[in-house]
């Protein structure tokens, strides 16, 4: 305690009433503990679920619920055969715009049939696009 008193001594000058509230065992104690709880590893099980959600909107009308699905970081495979050419593009548009804010990534897997997948999914395969752009068809 003698740097205790001899710190309190020079700031607040000599003080005979003083009574120290804890001793030098104290100190070093709390300093271990502290020193514990800064070492101690902790574990986390965690588990990754991916969530598929499947698209099959008949017109523009519905974009929005498959954006927040989009938002909601899940998984959507879109398949836009149902609907007419021009709501289509509408639709890709506006997907597009989400899944570029959501920095999620977009593959065609066959015609009219696209995956969106958020960042942290990824997609192995054959590139699907280019097969069905070497078999004839057009997009």
Same mark, same amino acid.
């Given at each position: 305690?003698?740097?205790?008193?001899?710190?309190?001594?020079? &700031? $607040?000058?000599?003080? !005979?009433?003083?009574?120290?509230?804890?001793?030098?065992?104290?100190?070093?104690?709390?300093?271990? %503990? +502290?020193?514990?709880?800064?070492?101690?590893?902790?574990?986390?099980?965690?588990?990754?679920?991916?969530?598929?959600?499947?698209?099959?909107?008949?017109?523009?009308?519905?974009?929005?619920?498959?954006?927040?699905?989009?938002?909601?970081?899940?998984? &959507? $495979?879109?398949?836009? !055969?149902?609907?007419?050419?021009?709501?289509?593009?509408?639709?890709?548009?506006?997907?597009?715009? %989400? +899944?570029?804010?959501?920095?999620?990534?977009?593959?065609?897997?066959?015609?009219?049939?696209?995956?969106?997948?958020?960042?942290?999914?990824?997609?192995?395969?054959?590139?699907?696009?280019?097969?069905?752009?070497?078999?004839?068809?057009?997009?």
């Amino acid at each position: 305690m003698k740097v205790f008193d001899t710190l309190k001594n020079f &700031v $607040l000058g000599e003080d !005979e009433d003083y009574q120290p509230i804890y001793d030098e065992e104290d100190v070093a104690q709390t300093v271990d %503990v +502290a020193e514990e709880r800064r070492n101690r590893e902790v574990k986390i099980a965690t588990t990754a679920t991916v969530q598929i959600v499947l698209a099959r909107p008949a017109d523009f009308s519905e974009v929005k619920s498959i954006g927040d699905d989009l938002n909601n970081q899940k998984t &959507v $495979l879109l398949n836009l !055969e149902q609907v007419k050419s021009d709501d289509a593009k509408r639709i890709m548009d506006f997907l597009s715009g %989400v +899944a570029y804010a959501n920095d999620a990534t977009i593959k065609m897997t066959a015609q009219k049939t696209f995956v969106i997948m958020p960042k942290n999914v990824g997609f192995s395969g054959v590139d699907l696009m280019s097969e069905l752009e070497n078999s004839g068809y057009t997009f």
